[in-house]
């Protein structure tokens, strides 16, 4: 079994920063891509930043120059960078990973809050 443990959110002021990760634990051969993914209340989920095994990236528009994706593979680890960040990036930021063990796994972590306030 492969498991995505996500750490770092809490309460931020706007304008802040916050390091999100996420580290896979079990049987791993590789990871192929990982991705970001955050959910607001009575939103739809939506994809936030996305990093391949070569580690090329691609972000949402709406955290562009704003957020930075980055990967260890000697840790299994994916991390989220957040800077400058608003009120609307409130959310619970969820981790997702391709995996190759034994099997091929698509794996979700639990998700970790972020809330942004004054």
């Known amino acids: 079994q492969v498991q995505l443990v996500e750490s770092g959110g809490g309460l931020v002021q706007p304008g802040g920063s916050l390091r999100l990760s996420c580290a896979a634990s079990g049987i791993i051969f590789t990871i192929n891509g990982m991705d970001w993914y955050r959910q607001a209340p009575g939103k739809e989920r939506e994809l936030v930043a996305t990093?391949?095994?070569?580690?090329?990236?691609n972000y949402a528009d709406f955290v562009r120059g704003r957020f930075t994706i980055s990967r260890d593979d000697a840790k299994n680890t994916v991390y989220l960078q957040m800077n400058s960040l608003k009120p609307e990036d409130t959310a619970v930021y969820y981790c997702y990973a391709d995996v190759m063990s034994y099997r091929y796994f698509q794996v979700w972590g639990q998700g970790t809050l972020v809330t942004v306030s004054s």
């Open positions: 990093i391949a095994k070569g580690g090329t990236t």
